[in-house]
């Protein structure tokens, strides 16, 4: 006795193949959600401070 094999119809495999087009766009717009994560550059003489968010110059 064989078990009978499912048919796909042509609808369902349109949603198969259009699912990951429609969620690519998504991946690409992905941000980072903590401000550590961003690249951080001063001028030369400034280096970050992360308590005040902002280059300060260096004493020396």
Not at 22 to 43: F, G, N, T, Y
């Amino acid at each position: 006795m064989t078990l009978p094999r499912p048919v796909l119809t042509s609808t369902v495999l349109f949603v198969l193949a259009a699912l990951p087009l429609a969620v690519m766009p998504l991946a690409s717009m992905a941000q980072p959600v903590c401000d550590h994560e961003k690249a951080q550059s001063c001028a030369v003489g400034y280096v970050w401070d992360a308590e005040t968010k902002s280059c300060i110059q260096v004493s020396s």
